[in-house]
């Protein structure tokens, strides 16, 4: 059993700042690429950023400059430290995980996070 949980959301005032925290657990083997992607409501998720495991890092265009995302392999997680957030960014976050439970898995697996509301307003 698997299970990633995202914390770390909430209400922020337009200029401010969150940091998002996503721990991987349960029986794993190996944890490939990791990322988070945003849903608000009416709109299709959309990747925010991702990071593979020697720490490459890719960004939405939106996102450049002002999100930052990381990983603790000791720890299964990946974080998003979000500054000079706006109301645009309101959301509900998302993480994933590529990862296998065992070598003999044939191929990676997708798991998913069940999400955390960013809220950003005045």
């Known amino acids: 059993q698997v299970q990633l949980v995202e914390s770390g959301g909430g209400l922020v005032q337009p200029g401010g700042t969150l940091r998002l925290s996503c721990a991987a657990s349960?029986?794993?083997?190996?944890?490939?690429?990791m990322g988070w992607y945003r849903q608000a409501p009416g709109n299709q998720r959309e990747l925010v950023a991702t990071i593979t495991n020697g720490g490459s890092t890719y960004y939405a265009d939106s996102m450049k400059g002002r999100f930052t995302i990381s990983r603790d392999n000791a720890k299964n997680t990946v974080y998003l430290q979000m500054n000079s957030l706006k109301p645009e960014d309101t959301a509900v976050y998302y993480c994933?995980?590529?990862?296998?439970?065992?070598?003999?898995?044939?191929?990676?697996?997708?798991?998913w996070g069940q999400g955390t509301q960013v809220t950003v307003s005045s």
């Open positions: 994933n995980a590529f990862l296998k439970t065992r070598l003999s898995d044939y191929g990676l697996r997708l798991y």
């Open positions: 349960g029986s794993i083997f190996s944890i490939n690429d």
